[in-house]
């Protein structure tokens, strides 16, 4: 499976960018998808995440201001972020669990995938 990542971009403190992944490959679908977001000198964290039925969570700091989605149908998910602050800045990666079927009657291999990384830098 493979996530193409796009929408990062320099914006101002309170300003708004939407990051956009789509997902190609052979696979049968997608399970849980998310975002997850890495700033210098810092662990990679989860920034929000929505199951394939679409409830959502959300890192505590970016909660009231980003929003997850996904079209489960063109396999793609979006982060609507607003009121972007300095802390926001980082690399944005879009993450999926996948689910295939090698051949007809067999079990279910699942997988996780990344991005490539779309960087977000909000300036004071």
């Known amino acids: 499976v493979q996530l193409q990542a796009s929408g990062g971009g320099l914006v101002q403190a309170g300003g708004s960018l939407r990051l956009a992944c789509a997902a190609s490959?052979?696979?049968?679908?997608?399970?849980?998808m998310g975002w997850y977001r890495q700033a210098p000198g810092k662990q990679r964290e989860v920034v929000a995440t929505?199951?394939?039925?679409?409830?959502?969570t959300y890192e505590g700091s970016v909660r009231g201001r980003f929003l997850i989605s996904r079209d489960t149908a063109k396999n793609t998910v979006t982060l609507q972020m607003v009121n972007l602050r300095p802390e926001d800045t980082a690399v944005y990666y879009c993450?999926?669990?996948?689910?295939?079927?090698?051949?007809?009657?067999?079990?279910?291999?699942?997988?996780?995938?990344w991005g490539q990384g779309t960087q977000v830098t909000v300036s004071s």
């Open positions: 929505i199951t394939r039925g679409g409830a959502t």
């Open positions: 490959g052979r696979f049968e679908r997608l399970n849980d």
């Open positions: 993450h999926a669990v996948s689910m295939t079927i090698e051949r007809p009657g067999a079990q279910p291999v699942f997988g996780t995938s």
